[in-house]
């Protein structure tokens, strides 16, 4: 059944490394009589997010996508800022664009998210590659700028908002399986960590109405959606308290905090799967967890950052907790949910001053924890950050490949040990679709988020399946499903 293994470990490659690999393009929407939008979205969950939510204000201004960068009569690269030469990505990309555009004289091209700030003097004016940037809390203004730009002008607004969620605007659905969506909760981030640029590309934090969300949670569930994933740079700092002005009927003294919005979606139907991403260690409550624990449509899975092991690294990364405090938390997780809860971590070897013993820490923090799975780093230091400003970036690269060589295979042989003891059991799956091995396998996800591939048989994605697993790797889980019927 190898050849049934539908994703690699979640452990990012140098590949992935070089400035977000992950790419998605828009999709072919079957409507006529309408200008063609390409969007090409770079690295994480958000930026992905925001680009339906682009998708969405550019339908009302007479677009519509396509998958055909030919065919574009407006090209957006939504843009990612994590890695230090994501910078030189996009531009090799606007390049190969430019000289399509060459063919097409009306065809105008716009770079938008995380990068938009600071590469806007270059792209407009310096190398003249775009002709519209567009931040990510300014997306409403995006049919505005395209006017501008039609008319010869460069379209420009990178200004951060304090307000902006986007609340009001249903996304369009890009690459979507029909089973799985994102909903936005919460925009930018308060933590300044010391090595992330989060803070500057997409400006202070700031909450959406719950009313809102458990509204677009229902209209995905009516419309075939059986699994949606909250998304926030940290979720668990949402708070909303309603105002005034609102137009929300409920008391102007009501205060939502993550425990309560989890509660309020998980309530739209317990055949509707709840996961959210990301929790900072310092703001995951106990609340959080009983909630978790209470309703059993929301997963048992929790992503919790670590980034080091150490405790004077961790200070000086600035996030303001200790490597015993996370070991806490880790602790309240296995207390309150339950050895079988996944949990998967961030991991950056090699920050500034790391000695070899604190990089020890990190790998017997990765023991200690038991994580299923993990997102893995080399250091790389990027401009404008508080890392940048203070602390010198002195560990070798070779120090620091070694370094995340250990990590990973540490991770490997953990994630194995976790998989190994599924073996024998039946795991509740939720079909997705094919598996990217083979056509005559179906894949989905456990409660834990583990990739489950088995035959196809007669079953289709977006139902549930009992699958007993057999086989595993490090990576998935491999088995057949028990019933002949769907769950």
């Known amino acids: 059944m190898e050849h049934r293994i539908a994703d690699s470990l979640k452990i990012l490659t140098e590949a992935d490394k070089e400035a977000c690999e992950t790419v998605r393009v828009s999709e072919n929407e079957p409507l006529s009589g309408k200008k063609r939008l390409f969007i090409e979205s770079y690295g994480c969950q958000m930026n992905f997010s925001d680009s339906e939510i682009v998708a969405s204000v550019m339908r009302d201004a007479g677009f519509a996508t396509t998958s055909d960068v030919n065919n574009a009569d407006l090209i957006f690269l939504n843009t990612c800022a994590i890695r230090d030469n994501a910078e030189q990505k996009v531009r090799n990309r606007l390049k190969q664009l430019n000289f399509i555009k060459k063919n097409k004289p009306g065809m105008l091209i716009g770079v938008l998210g995380c990068m938009a700030e600071r590469l806007k003097t270059k792209f407009l004016e310096e190398e003249k590659m775009v002709d519209i940037v567009t931040g990510p809390d300014a997306y409403r203004d995006l049919p505005r700028l395209v006017d501008e730009a039609e008319t010869g002008q460069k379209g420009v607004n990178v200004f951060l908002s304090r307000e902006e969620t986007y609340a009001d605007i249903s996304p369009i659905r890009l ?83 993550f425990a309560n919005l989890l509660e309020m979606v998980a309530k739209v139907s317990p055949e509707l799967r709840i996961r959210f991403s990301t929790s900072h260690p310092k703001d995951i409550t106990d609340e959080v967890l009983y909630t978790m624990k209470k309703y059993d449509n929301i997963c048992k899975y929790i992503h919790l950052p670590a980034q080091s092991g150490n405790t004077r690294v961790l200070e000086i990364m600035n996030r303001t907790y200790t490597r015993e405090w996370y070991m806490g938390r880790i602790d309240a997780i296995r207390r309150i949910l339950g050895d079988e ?147």
């Open 175 to 257: 690459n979507s399986n029909g089973v799985t969506a994102f909903i936005s909760i919460m925009r930018g981030c308060d933590n300044m960590c010391s090595f992330c640029v989060v803070p500057f590309t997409r400006g202070r934090e700031r909450s959406r109405d719950p009313y809102s969300i458990v509204k677009e949670a229902e209209d995905l569930f009516r419309d075939g959606y059986r699994e949606v994933t909250l998304l926030g740079q940290n979720v668990d700092s949402y708070k909303w308290k309603a105002e005034v002005n609102e137009g929300v009927e409920v008391a102007n003294d009501t205060v939502v905090n």
């Open 341 to 487: 809860c996944g949990i998967s971590q961030d991991m950056i070897a090699g920050f500034c001053t790391e000695t070899e013993q604190e990089h020890q820490d990190s790998l017997s923090l990765l023991t200690y924890a038991n994580f299923d799975f993990g997102y893995m780093f080399a250091y790389s230091e990027r401009p404008g950050t508080l890392a940048a400003k203070k602390y010198k970036d002195d560990i070798p690269e070779d120090v620091k490949k070694r370094r995340l060589a250990e990590i990973i295979e540490v991770q490997r042989g953990i994630s194995l040990e976790r998989n190994q003891r599924l073996l024998g059991t039946v795991q509740k799956v939720l079909i997705e679709g094919p598996s990217k091995k083979s056509e005559d396998d179906l894949c989905g996800r456990n409660d834990q988020n583990k990739m489950v591939v088995f035959p196809r048989e007669n079953f289709e994605k977006g139902q549930y399946v009992n699958v007993l697993i057999t086989e595993c790797t490090a990576a998935t889980l491999l088995g057949r499903v028990l019933q002949p019927e769907p769950v």
